[in-house]
């Protein structure tokens, strides 16, 4: 169960009962926090909800990765140094990085989190 419309469907029903917003707000593109208005505590129900979706097993960080914005070797002056570049990297192999490499402003780490994510971690894991 590899195709990308099944993922995208399962994820959508995960994301609409976690977040209590309407299906038509789900697009591939949709920000988890800034259009969606996801809730840190939201990141744990959505974890949830897609582990017991998809019969997979997330592990803690491992789809929204931790102590990124709290490290000073990863942020200094307000922005993702090239270090935390390469973490985030390392910890979201799945994950497109141009927009933070281009301005790594911490401010902008939340547009990172978008549907289109999710759907390719868990088409990674799927494999």
Do not use: H, W
């Not at 593109?29 to 017991?52: C, N, P, T, Y």
């Not at 491992?62 to 390392?90: M, R």
């Amino acid at each position: 169960m590899t195709d990308m419309n099944e993922i995208f469907d399962k994820i959508k029903v995960c994301l609409v009962d976690a977040l209590g917003v309407d299906e038509e707000e789900i697009t591939p593109q949709a920000r988890l926090i800034d259009d969606l208005g996801a809730e840190s505590i939201d990141f744990l129900d959505i974890v949830f909800r897609l582990e017991k979706s998809f019969g997979i097993k997330i592990p803690r960080g491992g789809l929204f990765p931790e102590n990124i914005l709290s490290n000073d070797t990863y942020v200094k002056e307000g922005k993702v140094t090239e270090q935390g570049i390469a973490e985030l990297k390392k910890r979201m192999p799945y994950a497109d990085l141009t927009a933070i490499e281009k301005d790594p402003r911490v401010s902008n780490f939340s547009s990172l989190f978008t549907v289109e994510l999710i759907c390719r971690y868990v088409e990674k894991v799927l494999g």
